[in-house]
C-alpha cells in the first residue's frame, strides 16, 4: 500500500468524483441535492449531499473492496495494530452480530457475560448459538456490573470445552475493564476464540494512561464503536481481527449478511478521516480528554453527596484496570436516583448526559470536549448538590436490590427456538415453571434476569416484584410493567 497515515483515500475518491463533474445516473435518487426536498437539502448542505454517493467501479465495493476502501480498510488496521479492519455502517451491533456468526453456529456453545448488551443476545439468536452465561462482579457501593474476571472465565471454559468461543465486554460502559490479557491466555489454552465487545475503546489505543485494546490483548476480534468515542459519524463502527483463528472469508461472508447493500459513503468517508484524524493527533486529543476528566473526577469527589469512583477501585473484584474518561457519577448520597438527576441536569442546567441509572449518572469526556465543558458539568453537579439533596431516600431501595439477587435460571430452550417457537402472554405471578420467550432486565445493575430460553422460578418473580415495588426501571419485555411475560406455549 503505498498510502500514508495522513492521507484519506476513500474521502479523496469521493472529492475527486464530485469535482469530475459526472451527471450521475446511479442512485441515490435525490442526485446530490437535486431532487431532494429543500428543507432537507438546506439542513445537510449541497457539498456534503454530493459525497452522498453509491457503489460504482472508482468507489470500490464494501463488500469485496479492491480499491478506495480496501486502502482506507488497510490504513486503519495498521493504526490499530489488527491484520484486517473492516468498516460497518450499522453500529458496533452489527459488527457483534457479525462477530457471533463467524464463530458459533447454530446448537454451538459461545460463553457470554450475563450482563450482555442486547445486540449480544441479538446475534446469539440469529445465529442460533447456545449462550453459557458467566457472572460478572457486583459492585455494591456503585450498584453496577463490573467486569467478568480471569478466574470465573477459567471455571467457565474448564466447563464447557466444547464452547467455540468466549465474549468479553471490555472496557464496560462505565469505563471497568477487566484482565484481558489473563483472559485471552486462558480461552487460547482451550483452543476457544476471543471475541471482545470494544463499543466502548476505539481511543485506548491512543494513551499510555488509558487501558490495553483488545487487539493488543491478543484477542481474536473485537468491535469498536468509533462513532461513540472518536470523530466518526453515528452508525460508523469497525471490526478489526487477527489471523489463525478467525477465518476471515467467512467473517467477511457474516459482514456482507448483517450489513446494508448501499452503504452510505459519508459514514464511511467519516471513519477514514477519524482514523486519520487519531493517527495524526489522537494521543494529544486523548491525553487532553484524560486530563480534562481527571480534573472533573477530582472536584466532583469535593461536593457533598457525590462520588465519582477512580482508581481506588483497582484491585477490587471485577476491576483491574479503568478508562478515567468515563466520568460516573454516583448520587445516591443526595437522595436522588440518577434518572432524577439526569432529568435535572437537562432541563435546569442544559446538560444532558449518556445515561442514568437508579444510582449513576454516566458523562463521557471525549476528544470534543474543552475545558469549558467540563467546568460546566461540575458547576451544574455542584449546584444540583446543593439545590436538591434530600439525604437517604434510595437507601431502602438498595438494601432490598442487593439482599436477594435470584440463582440464575435453568436454561430449556436456546434464545432463538425461544423466541421463534409459539409463544403467548401470561400473568407473571402465574408463570412459574414456564419457559421465558424474551429478556428481563432491571436498572441497576442492568444483568438480564431473564433470557429467552430459560425456566421462570418463583425466587425470580418475588425477585422482580420487589424491585417493581421499589420502582426500578424494567427493560427488556413487551410489557413493560411485567403484569404478563411472553412465555413458550
Ligand atoms: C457495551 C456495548 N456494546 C455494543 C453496543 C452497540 O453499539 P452501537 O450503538 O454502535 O451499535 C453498545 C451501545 O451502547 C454498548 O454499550
Redesign the pocket.
Known amino acids: 500500500m503505498h498510502f500514508k497515515q495522513t492521507d484519506t483515500p476513500l474521502l479523496a475518491a469521493m472529492q475527486y468524483y464530485v469535482q469530475d463533474r459526472v451527471i450521475p445516473f446511479h442512485t441515490p435518487g435525490h442526485k446530490q441535492g437535486k431532487g431532494m426536498h429543500p428543507t432537507l437539502e438546506k439542513l445537510i448542505g449541497r457539498d456534503a449531499l454530493a459525497l452522498d454517493l453509491a457503489l460504482i467501479e472508482e468507489l470500490d465495493d464494501f463488500h469485496e473492496p479492491y480499491g478506495c476502501i480496501k486502502d482506507a480498510q488497510e490504513l486503519t488496521a495498521q493504526l490499530y495494530g489488527a491484520d484486517h479492519s473492516f468498516f460497518v455502517i ?5 459488527g ?1 452480530y457479525a462477530m457471533i456468526l463467524a464463530t458459533a453456529g447454530p446448537g454451538e456453545k459461545i460463553i457470554v457475560p450475563r450482563n450482555a ?1 442486547r ?1 449480544i443476545i441479538g446475534g446469539i439468536i440469529l445465529s442460533g448459538a447456545t449462550p453459557v452465561f458467566m457472572q460478572p462482579e457486583v459492585d455494591e457501593e456503585l450498584g453496577m456490573a463490573m467486569g467478568v474476571t480471569p478466574e470465573t472465565v477459567a471455571l467457565t471454559v474448564a466447563k464447557h470445552p466444547d464452547a467455540k468461543a468466549v465474549l468479553i ?1 471490555n472496557p ?2 462505565y469505563g471497568v475493564v477487566t484482565d484481558l490479557q489473563k483472559i485471552v491466555d486462558i480461552v487460547h489454552e482451550h483452543n476457544m476464540i476471543v471475541l471482545v ?1 470494544e ?2 475503546g476505539p481511543h485506548l489505543r491512543f494513551s499510555s494512561r488509558l487501558p490495553i485494546q483488545a487487539i493488543d490483548a491478543g484477542a481474536d476480534i473485537c468491535a469498536q ?1 468509533s ?2 468515542i472518536i470523530g466518526a459519524l453515528t ?1 460508523s ?1 469497525i471490526v478489526h481481527c487477527r489471523e489463525g483463528r478467525i477465518r476471515v472469508p467467512h467473517l467477511k461472508a457474516m459482514l456482507q449478511l448483517t450489513q446494508s447493500t448501499s452503504p452510505n459513503y459519508i459514514m464511511l468517508a467519516s471513519l477514514d478521516v477519524a482514523r486519520m484524524q487519531m493517527a495524526v493527533e489522537g494521543t494529544k486529543l486523548i491525553e487532553q480528554a484524560i486530563d480534562l476528566a481527571n480534573w472533573a473526577r477530582l472536584e466532583i469527589n469535593q461536593i457533598p453527596g457525590l462520588y465519582c469512583f477512580g482508581v481506588e477501585k483497582i484491585g477490587r473484584p471485577g476491576v483491574f484496570d479503568m478508562d478515567p474518561t468515563k466520568i460516573t457519577v454516583t448520587v445516591k448520597g443526595l437522595g436522588l436516583t440518577g434518572a432524577e438527576v439526569e432529568k435535572i441536569l437537562r432541563h435546569e442546567y442544559k446538560v444532558q448526559a449518556e445515561l442514568s441509572d437508579i444510582y449513576n449518572v454516566l458523562f463521557l469526556i471525549t476528544l470534543g470536549d474543552q475545558e469549558y465543558e467540563v467546568k460546566t458539568l461540575v458547576a451544574a453537579l455542584r449546584a444540583v448538590a446543593t439545590k436538591y439533596a434530600v439525604p437517604c431516600k434510595v437507601d431502602s431501595v438498595e438494601d432490598d436490590h442487593h439482599v436477594h439477587y435470584p440463582a440464575p435460571p435453568q436454561r430449556i430452550l436456546s434464545p432463538r427456538e425461544a423466541l421463534f417457537g409459539n409463544t403467548c402472554l401470561v400473568p407473571f405471578t402465574e408463570s412459574m415453571g414456564m419457559v421465558c420467550a424474551e429478556i428481563v432486565t432491571f436498572y441497576p445493575p442492568g444483568i438480564p434476569i431473564l433470557c429467552p430460553g430459560e425456566r421462570i422460578t418463583q425466587e425470580i418473580i418475588d425477585y422482580c416484584q420487589r424491585l417493581q415495588q421499589a420502582g426500578m426501571h424494567i427493560s427488556g419485555p413487551e410489557d413493560c410493567t411485567l403484569q404478563t411475560i411472553k412465555v413458550v406455549d
Do not use: F, L, P
Request: proline share 0%; hydrophobic share 15%.
Open positions: 450499522n453500529g458496533t451491533t452489527g457483534i448488551h445486540s465486554i464496560t460502559y465487545d463499543a466502548h464503536s462513532h461513540k452508525q463502527s
